[in-house]
Antibody, heavy 115, light 107 residues
């Protein structure tokens, strides 16, 4: 059974940094692409970043240059390092499995950026 | 970036009604279109990918069609458990983009 468990969400001040983690199980982690998708309070879904099975990374325009996606295949864990955080980055952050479309989602971790 | 526009933004229909949601892409995305269902307070669930391929375990009353720029999600007979917000998503090219969502309620 595929399981994705996010952690690391917190309250942080504007300009601050945070690292999210997503522990994966139930599939061959290094063979599949993974993404981060976020949802601001009361708003729709926004794709944030992806890492391919081969380790190539991709970013949405709103986070390019501020966020970094990575993975540790020895720990079956996906990461998102978020720097220079802005109020508008406030959202629930989901990790999701799949290339292009997302078959499995974690429960999400909340990030609040506020002074 | 490819913009995805859904219509309507919300709808109210009776149990048993046929419901249709449309999604338009700002340029040709071939058949690279997915649909998700998000129930209140829950995680999004993949319903359909590649425009018309039903994800395993999804009830057959859900169907998708279209290609190019115009796509449709149809629920053939609306059930109470279908109350949710539905999102379309371009999975043709980066950045992958979502529609703004369509909220479906029971009349």
């Amino acid at each position: 059974e595929v399981q994705l468990l996010e952690s690391g969400g917190d309250l942080v001040q504007p300009g601050g940094s945070l690292r999210l983690a997503c522990a994966a199980s139930g599939f061959t982690f290094n063979a599949y692409a993974m993404s981060w998708v976020r949802q601001a309070p009361g708003k729709g879904l926004e794709w944030v970043s992806a890492i391919s099975g081969g380790g190539i990374t991709y970013y949405g325009d709103s986070v390019k240059g501020r966020f970094t996606i990575s993975r540790d295949t020895s720990k079956n864990t996906l990461y998102l390092v978020m720097d220079s955080l802005r109020v508008e980055d406030t959202a629930i952050y989901y990790c999701a499995k799949g290339w292009g479309y997302f078959e499995y989602w974690g429960q999400g971790t909340p990030v609040t950026v506020s002074s | 970036d490819i913009q995805m526009t859904q219509s309507p933004s919300s709808l109210s229909a009776s149990v048993g009604d046929r419901v249709t949601i449309t999604c338009r892409a700002s340029r040709d995305i071939s058949k690279s279109l997915a649909w998700y269902q998000q129930k209140p307070g829950k995680v999004p669930k993949l319903l359909i990918h590649t425009a018309s391929t039903l994800q395993s375990g999804v009830p057959s009353r859900f169907s998708g069609s279209g290609s190019g720029t115009d796509f449709t999600l149809t629920v053939s007979s609306l059930q109470p458990e279908d109350v949710a917000t539905y999102y379309c998503q371009n999975h043709n090219s980066f950045p992958w983009t979502f529609g703004q969502g369509t909220k479906v309620e029971i009349k």
